[in-house]
């Protein structure tokens, strides 16, 4: 009889069928872990967004997205690519456009361009936001009388001091 464990076989067996690496989008996506979790790394989706897609493509959220078959992964792509025509538009983030009215749900490297392009045009037209984007300064109303400061700490510096002070000495010793 051999010491080893007779399930072993078994284990490794469902280990080979694990596929590492799920492509949705422009993203690569964890394959070991659930498909809630998962789809949290794609830009846009976040716990809400990705049990909604779950429920929507017709899979356990708990299930491992690395053992669910292709035309499944199909599916919740798809889900994923139709987001905005599933949810309510208050659920999207990217209601009503700026030049097209639509309301639309960006994800991955899409929802960066956007917010960029966006920001941007604020900026050109010297909005309020556009203003605060520009100065770097905090543009949705919080305090910035004592947070938000990127100077650096103001204070006493002991060592510029005792290098004065043994520069000073230094030069007390040579006269």
């Known amino acids: 009889m051999s010491a080893e464990d007779p399930n072993a076989g078994e ?3 469902e280990e080979e069928d694990i596929r590492y690496f799920v492509r949705i989008g422009q993203t690569d996506l964890d394959g070991t872990k ?3 979790r998962a789809l949290t790394e794609l830009n846009g989706i976040g716990h809400r ?8 493509a017709g ?3 708990r299930e491992v997205i690395g053992k669910l078959d292709d035309d499944v992964i199909d599916d919740v792509v798809e889900v994923v690519e139709n987001y905005a025509d599933e949810v309510p538009e ?4 990217h209601q009503k456009d700026y030049f097209s009215g639509e309301t639309t749900h960006e994800t991955g490297n899409d929802l960066q361009l956007t917010r960029r392009q966006d920001i941007n045009r604020m900026k050109m037209i010297d909005s309020y936001r556009g203003v605060r984007h520009k100065r770097g300064q905090k543009v949705r109303g919080q305090r910035t009388k004592s947070t938000g400061r990127t100077e650096g ?5 002991v060592e510029a001091i005792k290098e004065e002070q ?8 040579d006269e």
Not at 49 to 56: E, F, L, M, P, S
Not at 153 to 157: F, Q, R
């Open 11 to 13: 284990d490794a067996d």
């Open 34 to 36: 659930s498909v809630e």
């Open 49 to 56: 967004a990705a049990r909604i897609v779950a429920q929507k």
């Open 59 to 61: 899979v356990d959220r």
């Open 90 to 93: 208050w659920m999207t983030n």
């Open 153 to 157: 700490t103001i204070g006493v510096n």
């Open 166 to 173: 043994a520069e000073e000495a230094a030069g007390e010793d």
